[in-house]
């Protein structure tokens, strides 16, 4: 939902600071792995070592590379199949890592319930995707939902820099509302797939 409406405001600021990296020959393959190995070293290190803000803060820093690399791919007038490989690939890698620390970090920490709904939150980010691109590769069109990639990590970076603040609750609610969510979302896809067949 926020690919849709926030798209043409946030490539407005993105399309200029891409075309400035790429008349410095940078490449956006480059941007997408750096923003790939920063936000996943970020929260492998920072978030089960107890520095939620923080983690936040340099996760989200590196998120921001995955905005530039489109900016950069329609600059340099390169954007192919590969890079849309590449990109997708690092985006499963980051939501994975990112997930999968907070989960780390919660398990340890004895919030074993907490850890779960963090586990189930990371699957269902994989197979959201994974149903819209199986969908496309079999013709089908499965895009949307309410718990896009976008959204997902709003709201999970949200919850982490607040309870980072000292609200506690926060990232509780974030993360029991990003899975109800995020399962929805899986139906929706399926729901979608099912009926672009018909």
């Known amino acids: 939902m926020l690919n849709v409406f926030a798209r043409a405001s946030v490539a407005k600021l993105t399309d200029p600071v891409g075309a400035w990296l790429v008349r410095h020959r940078i490449s ?62 690092c985006d499963r890698v980051t939501d994975g890592v990112v997930f999968g620390s907070l989960a780390w970090w919660a398990l340890v920490g004895d919030r074993h319930v907490l ?11 994989q197979v959201i995707s994974y149903v819209k691109a199986r969908a496309e590769a079999q013709g089908l069109d499965a895009d949307g939902g309410f718990a896009e990639r976008a959204e997902r990590l709003v709201l999970l970076l949200t919850g982490t820099g607040l309870y980072g603040l000292g609200l506690a609750w926060a990232l509780d609610l974030a993360v029991w ?3 109800v969510l995020s399962v929805f979302t899986v139906g929706q896809r399926l729901v979608g797939a099912y009926r672009a067949r018909r």
Not at 115 to 125: I, M
Request: hydrophobic share 60%; aromatic share 6%.
């Open 177 to 179: 509302v990003l899975l």
């Open 28 to 89: 956006p393959d480059v941007a997408t792995v750096v923003g790939t190995a920063g936000a996943s070293l970020a929260a492998v290190t920072l978030f089960p070592t107890g520095h939620p803000l923080l983690g936040t803060l340099a996760v989200t820093f590196f998120l921001l590379f995955d905005l530039v690399d489109g900016a950069m791919a329609r600059a340099a007038g390169t954007g192919g199949s590969f890079g849309a490989v590449l990109d997708a690939s």
């Open 115 to 125: 850890g779960a709904a963090l586990l189930v939150c990371l699957v269902s980010a």
